[in-house]
């Protein structure tokens, strides 16, 4: 929805992606605001949308995995009969996530839309 004016307020607040083209009123409803007063910024705002529903994909994905690697690495120390230390899980966090984090945050969103779904 892209709205400039007051009477679209309400429109603009439902919508999923409600771009305000205009300073005014509308743009304190909207999610998003361009300065531009054209719909020009659609296709930006359509790239970081799908840009940060890949990463949040992503995310889940590396969370999950993680979790379960962690897990097996457990069970398995667990039949050996030994345990990992509470610094070796700290330790495991700061060498395996803080890195991992910090990369995922500079993906960038894709120059170009596409019809692919993010996987």
């Not at 690697?69 to 610094?87: E, H, P, S, V």
């Amino acid at each position: 929805m892209c709205g400039d004016g007051a009477n679209d307020c309400a429109a603009l607040k439902q919508a999923d992606a409600g771009i305000s083209l205009s300073q005014a009123e509308a743009s304190i409803a909207a999610p998003f605001t361009c300065s531009v007063p054209n719909i020009e910024c659609v296709p930006s705002l359509l790239r970081e949308g799908k840009a940060s529903l890949a990463t949040s994909f992503q995310i889940a994905k590396f969370i999950i995995s993680y979790a379960l690697l962690q897990w097996f690495q457990c069970i398995q120390l667990y039949f050996w009969g030994q345990t990992l230390a509470d610094f070796t899980f700290l330790y495991e966090d700061i060498v395996a996530l803080v890195p991992l984090s910090i990369f995922q945050s500079y993906t960038a969103a894709y120059p170009i839309l596409t019809k692919e779904i993010p996987s």
